[in-house]
């Protein structure tokens, strides 16, 4: 049973456009979550994060929202760049056992001019 | 230099066989892990080891084991390899704090 999910294996935008992707989860423990972008032959590189106690947190043109009644993550970015071209995990934990990050299966987010 | 180095980058190994994957770092972390990447499945906790003398399993320890040689060191092993074994496995490392965790390059391991 995934406790965090991505429905959406792959998404392709228009290069300047909104790309937003979505994550669900299942465990209410969870109180961290984090974005995590990869680009193919390189691990993951952290990307963004929030705290349950936030329900959003920017950094540049990465947004993320937190809707923690539906259980329900996004990442916006804005405006999409040919380099965001990448897959993007979306991970969750707990303060209280920070040793385990559940990732989900990821999104293949695709930028086209 | 990388903070996290695993080696080797890419592995083509037999049923049946022993082999170890290796994974440094030069971030000073305590805490490090071992991932698995399976297409559609994400990344999956294998081990994880809070310092030299904790070693944890994960969700899919089965057919793994590690070494924690020191604080800069974990290294995974298979000690039968299997073909459901083929991945592309990353270490990674994280402090005690929530800054998220740094991962490896990756070792693709293939298994025939």
């Known amino acids: 049973d995934q406790q965090v999910k991505q429905n959406s294996p792959s998404l392709s935008v228009q290069e300047g456009r909104i790309s937003i992707l979505n994550c669900d989860y299942t465990?209410?423990?969870?109180?961290?979550f984090l974005w995590y972008k990869k680009y193919p032959a390189e691990g993951p590189t952290f990307l963004i994060s929030?705290?349950?106690?936030?329900d959003k947190n920017e950094d540049g043109r990465f947004t993320v929202f937190l809707n923690k009644s539906a259980k329900h993550l996004s990442l916006h970015i804005v405006p999409s760049q040919p380099g965001d071209s990448a897959v993007y995990f979306c991970?969750?934990?707990?303060?209280?056992?920070?040793?385990?990050?559940?990732f989900g299966s990821g999104t293949r987010l695709s930028i086209r001019p | 230099d990388a903070d996290v180095t695993q080696t080797p980058r890419n592995r083509i190994t037999k049923t049946g066989k022993r082999i170890m994957l290796e994974c440094s770092q030069t971030?000073?972390?305590?805490?490090m892990y071992w991932y698995r990447q399976d297409p559609g499945l994400g990344l999956r906790l294998i081990y994880y080891s809070f310092d030299v003398k904790d070693i944890n399993k994960g969700e899919i320890s089965d057919g793994y084991s590690v070494s924690r040689q020191a604080q800069a060191k974990f290294s995974l092993s298979l000690e039968s390899a299997i073909p459901n074994q083929t991945a592309l496995y990353f270490c990674a490392t994280s402090d005690l704090g929530w800054s998220g965790y740094t991962f490896g390059s990756g070792t693709r391991l293939t298994v025939v």
């Open positions: 971030k000073g972390h305590d805490r």
């Open positions: 465990n209410s423990m969870f109180d961290y």
């Open positions: 929030i705290s349950s106690i936030k």
């Open positions: 991970a969750a934990g707990t303060y209280s056992s920070a040793s385990k990050i559940i």
